[in-house]
Nanobody, 129 residues
């Protein structure tokens, strides 16, 4: 399984970026796909997830209303559209793939990085004020 993250860069506050996570190696219909980020000196934190089958989404409060996660089934790709970027959004962004472990798993469990089995290499987003 390979996850290839791309699309990071440097923007000014208020700008936009679209991150891309290209997935390969298996079908992901029974997976959650998540974006996490890690700022210097901080722990990795949840940003957003999407359930591949069904498209259910969830967002961290800090990005709700500004970021949108989506997927393209034909391209096996997950996107994170980031608008109204703030300096606090500066971080390395990682995409992850987490299998649905059982019918009793709560969707909210996928806010935890522990639920993700595969990770991309990360892409750096820098937002200047």
């Amino acid at each position: 399984v390979q996850l290839q993250a791309s699309g990071g860069g440097s923007v000014q506050a208020g700008g936009s970026l679209r991150l891309r996570c290209a997935a390969s190696g298996r079908t992901f219909s029974s997976y959650f796909m998540g974006w996490f980020r890690q700022a210097p000196g901080k722990e990795r934190e949840f940003v957003a997830y999407i359930k591949w089958s069904g498209g259910n989404t969830d967002y961290a409060d800090s990005v709700k209303g500004r970021f949108t996660i989506s997927r393209d089934n034909a391209k096996n790709t997950v996107y994170l559209q980031m608008n109204s970027l703030e300096p606090e959004d500066t971080a390395v962004y990682y995409c992850g793939a987490g299998p649905i472990r059982s019918i009793y798993t709560y969707y909210s469990d996928y806010r935890s990085a522990d639920m993700y089995e595969f990770w991309g290499q990360g892409t750096l987003v820098t937002v200047s004020s």
